[in-house]
């Protein structure tokens, strides 16, 4: 992160705050920032009633691509596990993810199934590629998720944050952060609640001694996530376990955790991801 004075001036910083730069791509940043800006706006500022926000813009340096926003403090839910603090954070998550879903920001660009499908034939080719002990389960997964897709008719499409995770949320006190609201899209609400199960799912093959709490965890999500319209119970076992493909590729490249690869491919939930995701 580089901060490049202009006509003598410092960064926006002062006492009161802790500053991040994130650095985007120029073309992007003005869209950025107006998206960043329209969520506190519409309800995720800093004023909030119900304690549900964004870290807040401060600046944008169009130039270079640079958005400066507040620091935000707080717990993750990821460093809540194994932790009683756990349940609780998975719970504000849910509450969090159903404001967002119900947030409408303009000028977004759609994100559907067939993207979702685009980019796992991506990962999956690169990693079958690179480990071929991993190949036929990689392929087998993806082969059963483009023949069992979920019609995209059956989706109403919401505001997705299209990389809710354990990581992305903070709690301090009453108070909940959202972070890095990059990738926004128009997208199935499916979409961001299998990814953040998915992930909780995968932290049991990390931490297996901690199952019985992450799956308390799961359930505390889905019962304070009040998003619903209709079908989304029947689309959410499909992304899961598209999440769980996504998070098989990516940590087989990491070595630490790639022992932990095949189990998680021949576990049930990308087996037989049509039935309950829980």
Not at 144 to 152: D, E, G, K, M
Request: with cysteine.
């Amino acid at each position: 992160v580089i901060w490049q004075p202009k006509n003598g001036q410092p960064p926006p910083q002062s006492p009161k705050h802790d500053v991040v730069i994130k650095m985007s791509r120029k073309r992007n940043a003005l869209s950025l920032w107006t998206r960043w800006r329209q969520l506190e706006h519409d309800g995720f500022g800093h004023k909030s009633a119900d304690r549900m926000i964004v870290p807040k813009s401060l600046l944008l340096h169009q130039s270079t691509g640079a958005i400066f926003q507040e620091f935000a403090y707080g717990t993750s839910i990821h460093d809540m596990v194994g932790s009683d603090e756990l349940t609780e954070g998975c719970a504000a998550a849910g509450r969090i993810l159903s404001k967002l879903h119900r947030t409408r920001i303009s000028g977004l660009g759609n994100y559907s199934v067939d993207d979702e499908i685009g980019h796992l034939v991506w990962l999956v080719e690169s990693t079958a590629s690179s480990f071929p002990s991993l190949r036929d389960d990689l392929q087998d997964r993806l082969a059963a998720l483009t023949t069992n897709r979920p019609s995209a008719e059956r989706a109403v499409p919401v505001t997705c944050h299209r990389d809710f995770y354990d990581k992305q949320i903070l709690c301090d006190g009453d108070q909940t952060v959202l972070l890095d609201c990059d990738t926004l899209a128009l997208a199935d609400p499916a979409l961001d609640c299998g990814n953040f199960i998915a992930h909780l799912q995968w932290r049991t093959h990390q931490n297996p001694d901690r199952s019985d709490t992450l799956r308390r965890g799961i359930e505390a999500f889905t019962q304070s996530y009040s998003w619903q319209d209709g079908s989304l119970t029947a689309r959410l076992p499909w992304w899961t376990a598209a999440s769980l493909l996504r998070l098989a590729c990516l940590y087989a490249w990491r070595p630490r955790w790639r022992q932990q690869v095949p189990s998680l491919l021949r576990s049930r939930r990308l087996q037989g991801f049509a039935t309950a995701a829980l």
